[in-house]
């Protein structure tokens, strides 16, 4: 399995509910669920699927990174370079028009940690 993190933002909502609704608007996917987990912050996170690719969304609690409090992890059965490839799409495409503000972090939690901001 592989993985994209994103940390985002989208200033017209303060809520997970409302940023989840709408990035999975923006990507279309168009089924998604709360789903309860003590792993994430406020014990939630929202799950999609489009296709090959599987999105958690969750409150981010990553230090360092407060103007994006939302985290997006998308993850696949793909090749790497493919869902890198396919998920950039996405968020050039889908998410950035609707004003996301969106950085894909490479290392994401380690101390070699880098974050690239689309």
């Known amino acids: ?9 989208l200033p017209t909502v303060s809520a ?3 940023f989840a609704r709408t990035f999975f608007d923006a990507v279309g996917v168009r089924g998604f669920e709360q789903r309860e987990s003590s792993n994430f912050p406020e ?6 699927i489009k296709g090959d690719l599987h999105f958690k969304i969750s409150l ?9 409090p ?6 696949s059965g793909i090749e ?5 490839m396919t998920v950039n799409s996405l968020v050039v495409e889908g998410a950035l028009p609707r004003g996301f503000r969106l950085s894909r972090m490479i290392d994401f939690g380690k101390r070699s940690e ?5």
């Open 1 to 9: 399995m592989n993985f994209v993190n994103l940390l985002g933002s």
């Open 16 to 18: 997970l509910d409302a």
């Open 114 to 118: 880098r974050r690239l901001d689309y």
């Open 80 to 84: 790497a370079d493919k869902l890198l």
């Open 60 to 68: 981010s609690d990553e230090a360092g990174h407060d103007d994006l």
């Open 70 to 75: 939302y985290w997006v992890q998308v993850s």
């Open 43 to 48: 014990g939630r996170y929202f799950k999609g």
